[in-house]
């Protein structure tokens, strides 16, 4: 089955570039998706197709696809990003496609 | 403003079935596909299934592939998914997500609610 990998952790300083990345075999033909889960709460959508910010989500993140790497650049973190962060795809098309998740970063800004 | 509110979680018996319910509110329910995922404690985000609008397209994920089905009641607005031979591994927090109307996978999502299998 297809699996999406992620560092199990990153850390930066406030104020610093957080990086972190999402690689996948189907990531050159597909979109990547990026979601943040702080702790208790359910997830929240931060990027989608790639490189799109859904209203409401800040500036400081972007995101990026080459390859078959996908990176979340939080530019400029902040003590509230300090979170999991979570990328989604798939490597099928069509009907019934099974979505995957990558196993999560924990982003520690301090 | 959209609503999300899951239902039907509690402790079940390993090989014994469980019924989620997914209330929505708030959008236009038979617009959009909807999704089941998961976390188990501690660990990360699966997912878990997904249905198309009409219900003509529906997936899974393996680990529940043959045990789970999905559905969706578009005149009742609710998303519904049936567990059966349940197992220890399949106890998590079943989080109910809607996806957007601009291609944003899973924009929205419920507070979950909680399947603990044990004996």
């Known amino acids: 089955s297809y699996e999406l990998t992620q560092p199990p952790s990153v850390s930066v300083s406030p104020g610093q570039t957080a990086r972190i990345t999402c690689s996948g075999d189907?990531?050159?033909?597909?979109?990547a998706y990026w979601y943040q889960q702080k702790s208790g709460q359910a997830p929240v959508l931060v990027i989608y197709e790639d490189s799109k910010r859904p209203s409401g989500i800040p500036e400081r993140f972007s995101g990026s696809s080459s390859g078959t790497m996908a990176t979340l650049t939080i530019s400029g973190a902040q003590v509230e990003d300090e979170a999991d962060y979570y990328c989604?795809?798939?490597?099928?098309?069509?009907?019934?496609?099974?979505?995957?998740f990558g196993g999560g970063t924990k982003l520690t800004v301090l | 403003e959209v609503q999300l509110v899951e239902s039907g979680g509690g402790l079940v018996q390993p090989g014994r079935s469980l019924r989620l319910s997914c209330a929505a509110s708030?959008?236009?329910?038979?617009?959009?596909?909807m999704h089941w995922v998961r976390q188990a404690p501690g660990k990360g985000l699966e997912w878990v299934s997904g249905?198309?609008?009409?219900?003509?397209?529906?997936g899974y994920a393996d680990s529940v592939k043959g045990r789970f089905t999905i559905s969706r009641d578009n005149a009742k607005n609710s998303l519904y998914l049936q567990m059966n031979s349940l197992r220890a591994e399949d106890t998590a927090l079943y989080y109910c997500?809607?996806?957007?109307?601009?291609?944003?996978?899973?924009?929205?999502w419920g507070q979950g609610t909680l399947v603990t299998v044990s004996s």
């Open positions: 989604y795809s798939t490597d099928s098309s069509g009907n019934h496609i099974p979505w995957v």
């Open positions: 189907a990531l050159p033909k597909k979109y």
């Open positions: 997500a809607k996806d957007g109307r601009f291609g944003e996978l899973l924009r929205y």
């Open positions: 708030g959008f236009t329910f038979d617009d959009y596909a």
């Open positions: 249905i198309s609008w009409n219900s003509g397209s529906i």
